[in-house]
């Protein structure tokens, strides 16, 4: 009989430890390293490995670059946390900030016009009419100044097509009209070289500086005029007096006036910059990174 009672009373504690032993696994040791890490003076020094892996792969502290078997630019960046700043910069800057700039520029367009209006021949027309141009230089002009709007249409649908033709294409039309224009845009992109080239070749000739330019310059290109009225004048009035009293009345501009010539140089360097950052983007063959193409 004793042994009996015995022998359940062992039983018994042994499913007591057992519970007791279960609740310590289970419930109070997870508990330890929080409490030894509250009483630790060195408590959040010790890096934490799982922490410290998605951190060099998010690059969170970024300049973190691997090695692997496959050799290229960036084959080595596992996430390149510059498409991000590029992705925020596209749409808090350079979308609004852009649009805003062109804004202006056609604002003062529009505003010149309609102060200066039209240029008309003083003496009317002569009657008679010569070829300024040749086929040649026209065909030239043509081709550049096609394919300049070609690629501006492509690369605006690409900037802002999304705020004009969601609404009217809805999403499904807007993808399809923004690949058709990437493709285009890239392919047509590199024949600007060619076509600024030909440019040069045919009218840079003309437009090298010459006798006669600063004169033009200084009337304004006659946009002010020469003439001078009687009575007081501002500084400004005696500064275009005595500028035509010295330049004279009539100016002759050559072939291109300085003002031409200008613009000539502007369209030819604003080119350069556009083709050498075009063929940055269409061909990532030179051994940039995405870091120069953002």
């Not at 509250?38 to 969170?60: C, S, T």
């Not at 016009?113 to 026209?138: C, H, K, M, N, W």
């Not at 910059?273 to 990532?284: E, N, P, R, S, W």
Request: glycine letters at 12%; charged letters at 15%; one cysteine or more.
């Amino acid at each position: 009989m004793s042994n009996n009672v015995s022998s359940r009373n062992r039983h018994h504690r042994v499913v007591l430890y057992s519970l007791l032993s279960l609740l310590v696994v289970t419930l109070v040791l997870p508990l330890v390293p929080y409490a030894v890490a509250e009483l630790d003076p060195f408590a959040g020094k010790v890096a934490n490995p799982g922490a410290e892996f998605w951190r060099d792969v998010r690059q969170r502290d970024r300049g973190v670059s691997g090695s692997t078997q496959v050799k290229g630019v960036d084959s080595g960046v596992l996430i390149n946390y510059y498409g991000e700043e590029w992705r925020q910069f596209r749409m808090q800057r350079l979308v609004p900030y852009g649009a805003a700039l062109m804004g202006v520029v056609l604002a003062v367009i529009l505003l010149f016009y309609f102060l200066r209006g039209p240029l008309r021949i003083q003496d009317g027309p002569a009657g008679s009419q010569l070829q300024r141009f040749s086929v040649t230089e026209r065909t030239v002009h043509w081709f550049t100044a096609g394919l300049f709007w070609f690629l501006a249409l492509t690369g605006l649908i690409l900037l802002y097509g999304r705020y004009v033709l969601i609404p009217l294409l809805g999403p499904e039309g807007f993808g399809v009209t923004a690949t058709a224009c990437k493709e285009a845009h890239n392919l047509f992109g590199p024949l600007f070289l060619v076509a600024l080239l030909m440019l040069f070749i045919t009218f840079a000739k003309d437009n090298v500086y010459a006798r006669g330019d600063m004169k033009w310059l200084l009337k304004g290109g006659g946009l002010l005029g020469g003439h001078v009225s009687a009575g007081r004048f501002n500084a400004g009035e005696k500064i275009w007096f005595w500028i035509a009293v010295l330049g004279g009345g009539h100016l002759s501009a050559g072939r291109f006036n300085a003002g031409e010539k200008i613009w000539f140089w502007i369209a030819m360097l604003g080119g350069i910059v556009l083709v050498v950052t075009g063929l940055i983007l269409d061909f990532a063959v030179f051994g940039q990174g995405r870091t120069v193409m953002a």
